[in-house]
């Protein structure tokens, strides 16, 4: 009898899973789901393009100080190396201490343009990602999907709307 008991549970309990899995399935099927790329959006996007160009003017003139400085240091490097056993004590030990003075400011430039093109960077890119977050809110309810996601370890080409939002970008 409680063999009977725990065989009619059982089957009641596998019943009732495989109910509940063809109810997920049938509600996953009317669930209209979308993905987006945002990383393709960034390389893709003209307004991603334009605000890398911008940024690449921006930033032209430091670059090129920093080229003219390394391009400084690295004569300065040389000429020791070739004359320094020749040069005057003096004459060396100066150049030695300008050499290390420009490795200084150079590092120091380098670093803080780093830092200065990453901050500007970021600022302008997230404008455009506000622009692509809005854009994907629009298409999401002109065509009623009920989730689209950013991120995802695996997406079908299917729900792939990146191109519908690269377009509605490129159209702005």
């Known amino acids: 009898m409680n063999q009977t008991r725990t065989t009619k549970l059982v089957a009641?309990?596998?019943?009732?899973?495989?109910?509940t899995g063809a109810a997920l399935?049938?509600?996953n099927d009317a669930m209209k789901i979308g993905f987006v790329s945002i990383e393709r959006i960034l390389r893709e996007a003209g307004p991603a393009k334009k605000a890398l160009q911008k940024l690449e003017k921006e930033f032209a003139a430091r670059d090129a100080e920093l080229q003219k400085l390394g391009k400084q240091q690295k004569d300065l490097q040389t000429a020791l190396e070739k004359d320094g056993m020749t040069m005057a004590e003096s004459d060396r030990?100066?150049?030695?201490?300008?050499?290390?003075?420009?490795n200084r400011d150079l590092q120091r430039l380098q670093r803080e343009f780093r830092e200065d093109?990453?901050?500007r960077k970021n600022e302008e890119l997230s404008q455009v990602i506000d622009r692509a977050n809005k854009v994907v809110q629009q298409i999401a309810e002109q065509e009623k999907?009920?989730?689209i996601l950013q991120e995802a370890v695996f997406r079908s080409a299917r729900i792939d709307i990146t191109e519908k939002?690269?377009?509605?970008l490129g159209d702005k």
């Open 165 to 168: 939002v690269l377009k509605a």
């Open 12 to 19: 009641f309990l596998a019943g009732a899973c495989l109910m």
């Open 93 to 102: 030990r100066n150049k030695e201490g300008e050499l290390a003075r420009i």
């Open 117 to 119: 093109l990453n901050m």
């Open 145 to 147: 999907f009920d989730l």
């Open 25 to 27: 399935a049938a509600a």
